[in-house]
């Protein structure tokens, strides 16, 4: 047992930390919150020159194969920004859900371009019925000759604002997960995507008007099998974006010490009053929950360990617990949180969109017991 | 990051050794819920019968010094250990002896090598069990306010006092406690430890009546009690750790009660729970099936995983003895808030059968119905949620004193 970082593990933490104080210090990524696109071109061309959009992708592709942990190094430290961008929609999602679905002919066409970052991947998985699960899966596209039609909306489909392509989720069956990928040039006649406005980061509505797709656009070349894809990628993607969530987590919770060592009210540092440590501590207990389950999860994961019932439940913890830190955070700070200026309320905005992204808390737990057989 | 402890075929032959031992040595229905009283001590005497045997291979403190009778193993063995012991539903010591493993550990910091010579062996053989004596009726929390007196008179100390809320059933031969060597001295700078005997004249033990125990590192202690002195006289050798010194000594003994050193058992409570409510049947389908249980259950299921991750990441700290801040008192918190919160959670998936211990409306042996009780009560011993939170946050940097580093064993 060695619950530690390798060392090689502790140079990218290192050098990522490095990069995100120098890329995207606090008043840069507020600056980006009004963005229509997450993905900011000279951030993004220094991380492909880094070689991070292709950290997963196997080295026959382009890529440098590093095991998931190593990825989820990298993405702590994208989180405690919280870094916008289409990180992990491509350079994780997108690229697993090819190298799951994609024939080999399809990932050699693709992954190298992701790796490179010319490429841009976005996962649109989402009916308007905001319902998670394959059975939810209602766009339905039509098959004509030798190619599909599109008509429909995909919903909270992060990055597609900044995707070169999308990864889309059809049904092309009756059976509940006769689910089908199709990869769609987001630039194709019809496909419009938006940022939705409010209180959430980079989640877009897509469009589809009579978008015309080739039928060698269908992933793997068979029909029905996307969910089981999908399922496959997820697996592996999952504790990688909790990673990125427990970084956001230790970033609220350094920010909530640090005020209530400097904040002084009735003359004393605000933190010598129980009911405000009482804050900090809910909070470290979240962080440290998220911690250690999304670290198991992804050692079982890259030791080849049945990793399913793990991987549901430290989604499940680190979504509950980013909107929890970042609740606690808020009562730490009052009003001084809430500025925007400050940056918490990035974090808080992202722990928003990520509670209930790619299955919420509730659904996760569901499917961690029955992957428990009780 | 490795998870797993990895066993050389050298470690794999010393479980296959232990397993053996453990098969033919531990006595059948150990760990059965006596019937009556005279059957609660016949039980007890079994457990320390069999703990001597444990303590005569090494086996009853493995991790504890050979030179003083210890097993002088590595973590890996002593994981080993702990994981067959599991098996039998039994902890090391397999008798509540807190007072032999705080009180241990401290005067493996603390004590002189006189002292080490002679109280540690006793311990770690098993020929003695030790009780801890902490709390009096007027210092609880506030442990710093103890008013329990240990005057010096020559070659002695006189003992003058009252310890509550302390020990187990079926007594002690040692006691460890905490004492006001310097009445009138300041605050911090007037307590001492002793290690004495726990049959001497002046010491009598009265049981208390309460609603549970709390439940203590896998051995219920099943009962609590007052303990008073009465001018009882000790050897001024069994002051542990300098006179007047004994606020710096307790950092020792309280950070590992307050869970530095990680477990890495099971959650047994949890394991019971789900059998039950997979063999339990309501509406001719087993709990597990209902929907509304079932999220229970995940969400009860998480709270023991999280606090089974927190105390390994305090078992990996202690053994690779790596800095720690905050990390001992949280898993304290955290086991005691899950335990309550449990309570509730545990009375909504199985109903009013989780209250009872009636043998065919119950839980089996009433486990539920013990869980019931210990969840509420386990918030206090040891220092009480409140307190390691109070503990965490001084770790954190944010309370009334900057981080202090607590003296320890690894």
Known sequence: ???????????????????????????????????????????????????????????????????????????????????????????????????????????????????????????????????????????????????????????????????????????????????????VDARAPGVRARRLPGFLSWQDEVRFDGVEVPAAALLGGRDNQGWAALERALARALPVLCSYMVGGCQAVYEMSVKHSQQRVQFGVPIGRFQRVQDHVIRLVNHLDAARWTTAEALWKLDTGRAATDAVHMAKAVTSEGYLEACNAAHEVHAGQGSLMEYGLVAHTQMSRTLFAHLGDPRWHKRRMADALAW | ???????????????????????????????????????????????????????????????????????????????????????????????????????????????????????????????????????????????????????????EYVINGQKIFVGSDHGADRIWMIACTNPGGARHENLSWFMIDANL???????????????????????????????????????????????????????????????????????????????????????????????????????????????LRNFWLTYAKRPRSYEGPQLSYYRKMTGLWMTGAILEAVGPAALTTDATWGSPEGFLELQQRNGIIAVHPGGTADVQRVSMSRRIGIGRVAREAAGTVH
């Open chain 1, 1 to 183: 047992m060695d619950l530690a970082l390798t060392e090689s593990q502790e140079m990218l933490r290192a050098s990522a930390r490095t990069f995100v104080e120098r890329e995207a210090p606090t008043h840069t990524l507020v600056a980006l919150q009004k963005q229509e696109s997450s993905l900011v071109p000279d951030l993004w061309r220094k991380a492909v020159d880094a070689g991070w959009p292709g950290i997963l992708i196997s080295t026959e592709y382009g890529g440098s194969e590093s095991t998931l942990t190593d990825a989820a190094v990298l993405f702590e430290e994208l989180g405690r920004g919280p870094v916008p961008g289409p990180f992990f929609s491509s350079g994780v999602l997108g690229a697993l859900a090819i190298l799951e679905a994609g024939s080999e002919a399809q990932r050699k066409a693709i992954l190298p371009a992701v790796a490179r970052g010319e490429t841009v991947l976005a996962v649109a998985i989402m009916d308007p019925s905001t319902s998670w699960g394959p059975q939810a899966v209602t766009l339905r596209p039509q098959r004509v000759g030798d190619r599909y039609r599109l008509d429909g909306i995909k919903l909270f489909v992060s990055d597609a604002t900044a995707a070169t392509h999308l990864i889309v989720a059809a049904r092309t069956g009756d059976g509940p997960a006769d689910v089908s990928l199709l990869l």
């Open chain 2, 1 to 155: 990051m490795d998870f797993e402890v990895t066993y050389t075929e050298a470690q794999q032959s010393f479980r296959r050794e232990v397993r053996a031992w453990l098969e033919a040595n531990v006595p059948p229905g150990i760990t059965r819920t006596p019937v009556d009283d005279a059957d609660s001590l016949k039980r007890y005497q079994e457990l320390r019968a069999f703990g001597r045997k444990l303590g005569a291979k090494g086996w009853l403190y493995p991790r504890a010094p050979k030179a003083y009778a210890g097993g002088g193993l590595d973590v890996d063995s002593t994981i080993i250990l702990e994981e067959e012991v599991d098996r039998f539903g039994l902890a090391l010591p397999p008798y509540y002896d807190s007072g032999g493993k705080l009180g241990s550990a401290t005067i493996q910091v603390w004590g002189t090598e006189e002292q080490k010579q002679a109280f540690l062996p006793p311990i770690y053989r098993g020929d003695v069990r030790t009780w801890q004596l902490l709390t009096e009726p007027g210092a609880g929390s506030d442990l710093a306010g103890v008013t329990t007196a240990a005057i010096r008179d020559g070659d």
């Open chain 2, 201 to 311: 004249p002046g010491i009598t033990v009265q049981p208390m009546e309460l609603m549970g125990t709390g439940g203590e590192g896998g051995t219920d202690p099943v009962q609590k009690n007052t303990v008073f002195f009465d001018s009882v006289r000790v050897p001024a050798f069994t002051l542990v750790g300098g006179e007047n010194n004994g606020w710096k000594a307790a950092s020792t003994h309280l950070e590992l009660e307050h869970g530095a050193g990680g477990r890495i058992g099971r959650h047994r409570v949890w394991d019971r729970l789900l059998r039950y409510c997979q063999e339990t049947k309501r509406d001719g389908m087993p709990l597990t099936q209902h929907p509304d249980t079932r999220d229970l259950l995940a969400d009860i299921y998480i709270k023991t995983e999280v606090q089974r991750l927190f105390g």
